[in-house]
């Protein structure tokens, strides 16, 4: 189906988003939504014909582990409760070690790159005929933006794509800023990318703002849309008429003006790029590309091998491990830094009181505490792990916030037996009290 001109919808711009003119759906973060009911605004939104569609990010189909059944079924009953024609996820790996390589469970808290390997693409067409079977309706995704290229990869960003699409028979979700990122970041040619990749697979598009610095792109989706992103979905237009095309925003929210412009601005560019004389080549030369790679059986242990290398990989960036072999030293340690901060903003969120608390030492208080301890689960646990730390450390020299984390922390433990960290809590609290 088309579904025409769309915005992120997300709680901090929602009356935003409602008074918004000429916006056709709109799509939401999967896991902000509860399973059962939906925020007022999606309510509104829907009275009004407006479609919206679930956007996964916890899935991690291109990790070796299989999909986990009741996130599968969380997805498919968002999709059941928005009434919506697909739900899309990511092509990346979230989360790695456990049972397939006897190792602690760690949490990226971010998606990162699958290598264009055969064994990878092999694992990745499993766990997503896998959700297939398990979702009410059709699965789109997403290319995703990287800091970091895997050493020895055997595909192309647009022949791992084109590949997925033959053997799944998946939707695509094109981000055109994440094509820009890694043009930027890993030297790739986004129009080869589209020759390579089946046009006609696309869903729908992103389009996103980010920011350079170093030498590095960011992808931010806290800035305004770039003109060179702006160039990659002219490329794209000009080779396929996308069913949709949404304005992603998740940070730095601007006034709903500044939104209404940056949509009206990828309408222009739309209606200014439309198809090409060309098109047709560029389609005939992806079709012979696609059909010059070998055919391939699939290798037994592909799993496995796929599960040492993301886990020994995530370790490094998360852990402090020695990097695996082959990967840029200095890119490793600008994504492991990238995903501190990612943790720290997303923990502020979570528990605002924290910063409230701490003041202008939370973060750096938190990036310390993140460089030794992975995040093992979600970051409401991540949340009261750090806190923990600094309650047993007794690092707060004011005695006022050491009181209040203290009572912060009591009041979200829960009823249960208290263990050796709970019993450390009470007992510098008690002395507080008796001071």
């Given at each position: 189906m088309r579904l025409g001109i769309g915005i992120g919808?997300?709680?901090?711009?929602?009356?935003?988003?409602?008074?918004?003119?000429?916006?056709?759906?709109?799509?939401?973060?999967?896991?902000?939504?509860?399973?059962?009911?939906?925020?007022?605004?999606?309510?509104?939104?829907?009275?009004?014909?407006?479609?919206?569609?679930?956007?996964?990010?916890?899935?991690?189909?291109?990790?070796?582990?299989?999909?986990?059944?009741?996130?599968?079924?969380?997805?498919?009953?968002?999709?059941?409760?928005?009434?919506?024609?697909?739900?899309?996820?990511?092509?990346?790996?979230?989360?790695?070690?456990?049972?397939l390589t006897a190792s602690p469970r760690l949490e990226a808290g971010h998606l990162l790159p699958v290598p264009r390997t055969w064994d990878a693409l092999d694992v990745l067409c499993e766990n997503v005929r896998i959700a297939q079977d398990a979702l009410p309706v059709p699965l789109a995704l997403e290319n995703i933006a990287a800091l970091i290229s895997w050493p020895d990869e055997e595909l192309t960003e647009g022949q791992f794509l084109a590949e997925l699409v033959e053997r799944t028979g998946v939707r695509l979700l094109i981000d055109v800023a994440n094509l820009h990122t890694n043009h930027v970041n890993r030297g790739e040619d986004p129009a080869k990318a589209l020759d390579e990749l089946p046009v006609e697979a696309i869903a729908y598009v992103h389009v996103a703002g980010g920011v350079e610095k170093d030498g590095v792109w960011h992808d931010t989706h806290a800035h305004p849309v770039s003109a060179p992103v702006l160039?990659?979905?002219?490329?794209?237009?000009?080779?396929?008429?996308?069913?949709?095309?949404?304005?992603?925003r998740d940070d730095a929210f601007p006034p709903g003006a500044e939104l209404a412009a940056e949509l009206e601005t990828i309408r222009g560019t739309l209606r200014s790029a439309a198809p090409v004389a060309g098109a047709r080549t560029h389609a005939l030369q992806g079709a012979l590309a696609r059909a010059a790679l070998p055919v391939r059986t699939p290798r037994p242990g592909a799993r496995d091998r796929t599960a040492v290398a993301q886990t020994s990989l995530l370790s490094a960036l998360v852990a402090g491990t020695p990097a695996p072999e082959g990967f840029d030293h200095r890119r490793l340690r600008v994504?492991?830094?990238?995903?501190?901060?990612?943790?720290?903003?997303?923990?502020?969120?979570?528990?605002?009181?924290?910063?409230?608390?701490?003041?202008?030492?939370?973060?750096?208080?938190?990036?310390?505490?993140?460089?030794?301890?992975?995040?093992?689960?979600?970051?409401?646990?991540?949340?009261m792990e750090f806190v923990e730390r600094i309650l047993v450390s007794g690092g707060l020299p004011d005695p006022v916030a050491q009181r209040r984390l203290t009572h912060w922390w009591e009041d979200r433990s829960g009823p249960r037996p208290p263990g050796r960290t709970s019993r450390l809590v009470r007992a510098a609290r008690a002395v507080l009290v008796g001071k």
């Open positions: 919808w997300r709680p901090e711009i929602a009356a935003e988003v409602e008074a918004l003119t000429g916006i056709d759906w709109v799509e939401a973060v999967a896991e902000n939504l509860c399973a059962d009911h939906l925020p007022d605004s999606l309510v509104r939104l829907r009275e009004r014909g407006v479609t919206v569609v679930p956007h996964g990010v916890s899935l991690g189909l291109g990790g070796a582990d299989r999909p986990a059944p009741e996130r599968l079924a969380g997805l498919a009953a968002r999709a059941e409760l928005l009434g919506t024609p697909l739900v899309t996820e990511h092509i990346a790996f979230v989360r790695a070690g456990g049972p160039d990659v979905l002219a490329e794209l237009r000009s080779r396929v008429d996308p069913p949709g095309v949404l304005l992603e994504q492991s830094r990238a995903l501190a901060a990612k943790r720290a903003d997303v923990v502020a969120k979570v528990a605002p009181e924290l910063p409230g608390i701490l003041g202008d030492g939370y973060r750096a208080a938190f990036l310390s505490y993140a460089m030794s301890r992975p995040m093992s689960g979600g970051y409401r646990r991540d949340a």
